[in-house]
């Protein structure tokens, strides 16, 4: 697992890439880039609920249920590009840019206690959980 970002730093890293490729779809809509975006927010949530979220409810279950909200949601935005009209894709982009953006802030302010609580197996666990998930989503969207 060396050569891979441990979890809380591949998480962070991943909003980064995802907020950058919602910038660049805000200059012009564009099929493939949008592919790739939803391609790489879908692995990534799914990659979350199979290893931060369930470790993260027994944390604080408050937090944890919040954020499998905001995923539905999300989810629920980019279902909605499905029958997209250009003319309405701009609209679309930026409700999902701002519901995106205030997930990952808060799920950030969520890193410091786990990062704290969580020991070295249990980081290692789940770092192995969001990789391999992420893998086999990335496999089958492809
Ligand atoms: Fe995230
Ligand atoms: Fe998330």
């Known amino acids: 697992m060396s050569e891979k970002a441990m979890i809380f ?14 910038l660049e779809l805000s ?3 564009d099929k493939r880039k949008f592919k790739e975006l939803r391609l790489a927010l879908t692995a990534h949530m799914s990659a979350e609920e199979a290893s931060f979220y369930p470790a993260m ?22 279902s909605k590009f499905g029958l997209v009209e250009p003319a309405d ?3 679309k982009l930026s409700a999902l840019t701002e519901a995106v953006k205030e997930h990952f802030r808060t799920e950030e ?10 020991d070295q197996q249990k ?19 492809k």
């Open 9 to 22: 730093d591949q998480m962070v890293n991943e909003h980064r890439d995802i907020e950058a490729m919602l």
């Open 27 to 29: 200059k012009g809509y």
């Open 57 to 78: 409810s027994d944390l604080d279950s408050g937090a944890a249920d919040k954020a499998d909200e905001a995923h539905k949601h999300v989810r629920s935005l980019l």
């Open 89 to 91: 894709f701009q609209s």
């Open 109 to 118: 302010e969520l890193l410091p206690k786990a990062r704290q609580t969580f």
């Open 123 to 141: 980081v290692g666990e789940l770092s192995y959980l969001f990789h391999e998930t992420e893998r086999r989503i990335v496999e089958r969207m």
